[in-house]
């Protein structure tokens, strides 16, 4: 817990970030869960004006504010759509930091956050275990999505559709890398991601094979720790604050150009939230704001530093695809036009979805805590894809996929979820990968 000195110092910032707000109700037209509730406390302006008394109504009813600050997605779309540019996702991670700072972190958070998360090396053994034995307890239900569901009424998972952990990560498929330029000139940082690393290593796959075809030096270290966004939105500062050093550690003195991620999640937060939200050793604030500066979207980087672009004539035939935008590429970023550029210049029939910028419904442990709320939403974005009549839904978040995938495998209607980079590195001329070490040297 925070002391009363911490508490009240927060109390002030957050009295500052709020004056801003006009209560125009903008937020209310555009946020998905206000479209499925109908209720004032589930929409921005409800929880700002919740806030404006916190001081007084933590000590009044606590749990009940708590639980008020977290049915929120933190998609993003009421900033995004917000005519005073009130900060509101700052507003809301700190808010979550004060009342972990009231309350402590529960002791299943305090294990997972600070227990696993905070020890890559315990994290990476404990997923690898489990997916050796997850068979054991989860059954294949769809073999087009790779989807699973549970064998028994077990918690969390009880009724889900889920992605497999990868029987083979991504840090065992390419534990590391360092090359030179080629004749791109460029060299990048490659941070896979969590998500990448233990559910969808072919994501990072199809990465470096592009990156390989483009001659684009690639620097991928080891011992690589999650991004900190699971942790800084449950509120646990400490934690975020740790994992933010380990990443610095791993990628400060080296030479690049850019540090790219194919996660919607990790770009958002290591180019926006890591210079804004750290506060630790003010020793390395200098290489976390320059590390968020160099931070890209793979799709960003790809079509405006390698100049991909699309081809003269739209492709017409084959199966149709559309694509999804992750609201930390849409909202936070404003990256729309590359992904749908890159989908292009795959050779892809490209159609456009309706509400295709809207939320997916995942939100990250919004999923876990409110899962019928999240399939609500979820089950919007499954219809406005099948409805585009898209054979694949292409997107550039995998959190983003592990919903979609959930929604569409209950449907059984024959659509695939893939990545951007994806459908780009199927379209690249065969390439020998090996073993991911025969252009690289070790360090």
Known sequence: MADIHQLAEMFKKLDDQLVNCMRCGMCQAVCPLFRETGRETDVTRGKLALLEGLAAEILHDSQAI??????????????????????????????????????????????????????????NSLTSISSKFQGIFTRKV???????????????????????????????????????????????????????????????EATIKI???????????????????????SGDRQTFNTLVEMNVERFRGAAYDYLVTPCASCTSTIKELWPKLYSGNMDIEDDIAA?????????????????????????????????HDPCHLKNALGITRQPRTLIR?????????????????????????????????????????????????????????MQMT???????Q???????????????????QGNGKTAARKR
């Open 291 to 323: 590390i968020g500066d160099k931070t890209r979207d793979i799709t960003e980087f790809l079509v405006d530093s390698c100049g991909i672009d699309e081809p003269g004539k739209p492709a017409t035939g084959g199966d149709a695809i559309t694509y």
């Open 211 to 233: 990156l390989q075809k483009k001659e684009v030096g690639v620097y991928l270290p080891a011992g690589q720790a999650c991004c900190g966004i699971p942790v800084l939105t």
């Open 142 to 204: 769809d073999d087009l999505l790779g989807s699973s569901c549970a064998r028994f009424n077990a918690p969390v998972v009880a009724d889900r559709h889920f992605n497999a952990l990868a029987t083979r990560p991504f840090r065992k498929i390419v534990p590391r890398l360092d090359t030179p330029a080629g004749s791109s000139g460029l060299r990048v940082a490659f941070f896979p991601g969590c998500v990448v690393d233990k559910m969808f290593p072919q994501i990072g």
């Open 345 to 401: 210049a795959a050779g892809g029939n490209f159609v456009e979805m309706n509400e295709a910028g809207t939320c997916c419904g995942c939100g990250g442990s919004f999923n876990v805590a409110h899962y019928e709320l999240s399939k609500r939403i979820g089950n919007r974005k499954a219809d406005n894809i099948v409805a585009s009549g898209a054979k694949t839904v292409a997107t550039g978040c995998p959190a983003c996929m």
């Open 66 to 123: 708590d639980t008020t600050l977290n049915r929120c997605l933190l998609c993003g779309t009421c900033q995004a759509n917000c005519p005073s540019g009130v900060q509101i996702i700052d507003i809301f991670l700190s808010a979550r930091a004060i009342m972990t700072g009231y309350f402590g972190l529960s002791p299943v958070k305090k294990a997972i956050f600070r227990g696993m998360l905070a020890n890559p090396r315990l994290f």
């Open 414 to 432: 024959g659509v695939r979820v893939r990545h951007v980079v994806e459908l780009y590195a199927d379209s690249l001329q065969a390439k020998p």
């Open 406 to 412: 959930d929604m569409l495998s209950r449907r059984d």
